[in-house]
């Protein structure tokens, strides 16, 4: 079973939708919890990091963990194209970072 | 400003050569790593260091060397031991006392 399982899509929505890309996970030890965006052939860049429990937000952007289901979520409010990227999750227990596959998303205008 | 630079963007290697990718940081991270990244796989990290003078090996560690004689700099190469090593390479650092990579903007290599 892999540390960490991720949905690949691809997922495809109208313009203004409100998106959900979600991780499940296995390690109960994972306490930091983080999503990043990949451009197409470009690096990844961190969008949101959360540490626990709980919900946090950032523009259009929330990110929510749920340690007692394993699972955590990236919502997105009032999809735009410029969105249209590859979402990873990664979670860490100490020094050890566990990525997951990817989700594909396009926002079509 | 600040950031992770790798080079070359893109590199061709031939069967049985050695090839070596860049990595450079000028953010005073401590930690750098080097991730690989193929399609439906995600990221597996191949090898990372704490401190210079110092690395561990990661997942698949097999076919690839790296060093770290200067804080700023981490380069891998990819030796004729790998069999498979068509992929997006990714290099990042972080400071230790912050969650969160930040990463280059990749190289991808490709055996001719």
């Known amino acids: 079973q892999k540390e960490v399982e991720q949905d690949p899509g691809p997922l495809s929505v109208p313009e203004g939708a409100i998106v959900s890309l979600n991780c499940t996970y296995s390690?109960?030890?994972?306490?930091?919890f983080m999503w990043y965006r990949q451009y197409s052939r470009k690096g990844p860049e961190l969008l949101m990091y959360?540490?626990?429990?709980g919900n946090k937000e950032d523009g259009r952007f929330t990110a929510q963990v749920d340690k007692s289901s394993k699972y955590i979520s990236l919502f997105i409010r009032d999809s735009q194209p410029s969105d249209s990227a590859t979402y990873l999750c990664?979670?860490?227990?100490?020094?050890?970072?566990?990525f997951g596959t990817g989700t594909s998303l396009t926002v079509i205008p | 400003d600040g950031g992770i630079t790798q080079s070359p963007k893109y590199l061709f290697r031939k069967e049985g050569q050695n090839v070596t990718l860049s990595c450079e940081q000028n953010l005073n991270h401590d930690a750098m790593y080097w991730y690989r990244q193929d399609p439906g796989q995600g990221l597996r990290l191949i090898y990372y260091s704490q401190i210079v003078n110092d690395f561990q090996k990661g997942d698949i560690a097999e076919g690839y060397s790296v060093s770290r004689e200067k804080k700023e700099s981490f380069p891998l190469t990819v030796t004729s031991a790998q069999k498979n090593p068509t992929a997006f390479y990714l290099c990042a650092s972080r400071r230790q006392d912050i969650y969160g990579y930040t990463f280059g903007s990749g190289t991808r290599l490709t055996v001719v």
């Open positions: 990664a979670m860490s227990a100490g020094n050890q970072f566990y």
């Open positions: 959360t540490y626990s429990s």
């Open positions: 390690n109960s030890a994972f306490q930091y």
